[in-house]
């Protein structure tokens, strides 16, 4: 499903260069779910938005499927994002002038796979039936997570990345999204690489790895 080869990268700063990724290599099953773990700063996010090609490498190369995004343009890339991954961050990013379930549906319209049953379903199981016809301000943090979640899972992309995405709620609502999370990727073929600083989030993926010295080392399997 992924495949991050030798990926190095860094950013120019007053001193010279900033090194933060050091030849990562990293490894995703089709089907499978990852926990990419490492104290602040250690690069999680940018190594999570270089997969999603939100930024470019230095060096190295990254496989998702049939694409090789370090030889796709930006036009290419807009497209891949559209249509081959799910993105969910710990600040929601909803569309604000959208009622909830057209905040569901925008992605999965993009990419062409807009699925009314299969929207449907995720509505029933996320528990958002009642809150269609609201806007993300009228909603909970945890509401407008879940939606963030089905917006996401709507297309039913290959890969879905996700960078924190209980970090900003609390430990109750935070236990309650991830379950929810981890259930709807059991009826969908959808591989996940999560970013988190939590223990205890990570148990509950097949796989986790550690991001030190700008290197990553397998922290064993569930």
């Keep these: ?39 602040s700063g250690s690069g999680k996010s940018t190594l999570l938005h270089l997969i999603a090609g939100l930024d470019r490498i230095d060096r190295g190369s990254i496989h998702c499927g ?10 290419q890339l807009a497209h891949w994002r559209r249509t081959q991954i799910g993105l969910v961050f710990q600040q929601f990013n909803l569309i604000g002038s959208l009622r909830v379930e057209d905040n569901l549906a925008i992605q999965a319209r ?4 807009h699925d009314p049953r299969w929207q449907a379903h995720l509505v ?3 528990g958002l039936g009642e809150l269609l016809r ?11 997570q879940r939606v963030a979640l089905g917006r996401a ?6 890969l879905l990345l996700a960078d924190e995405p209980t970090g900003s709620l609390d430990e109750s609502t935070g236990a309650e999204v991830l379950q929810l999370l ?11 690489l999560m970013v988190t600083h939590s223990p205890g989030v990570a148990a509950r993926l097949a796989e986790k790895a550690l991001l030190s010295g700008g290197r990553l080392a397998c922290a064993g399997e569930r």
Excluded: C, I, W
């Design 134 to 144: 609201r806007y993300p301000e009228q909603l909970s943090g945890g509401q407008q």
């Design 1 to 39: 499903m992924l495949e991050v080869h030798g990926v190095f990268k860094s950013y120019a700063t007053a001193q010279g260069p900033l090194p933060v990724l050091q030849g990562v290599d990293l490894t995703l099953r089709p089907g499978s779910s990852l926990a990419l773990m490492g104290e």
């Design 182 to 192: 981890l259930e709807l990727l059991d009826d969908s073929p959808t591989s996940l």
């Design 66 to 75: 049939e694409h090789r995004l370090e030889q796709m343009n930006e036009g």
């Design 153 to 158: 899972l709507a297309s039913r992309p290959p």
């Design 110 to 113: 993009l990419a062409g796979r």
């Design 124 to 126: 029933r199981r996320l």
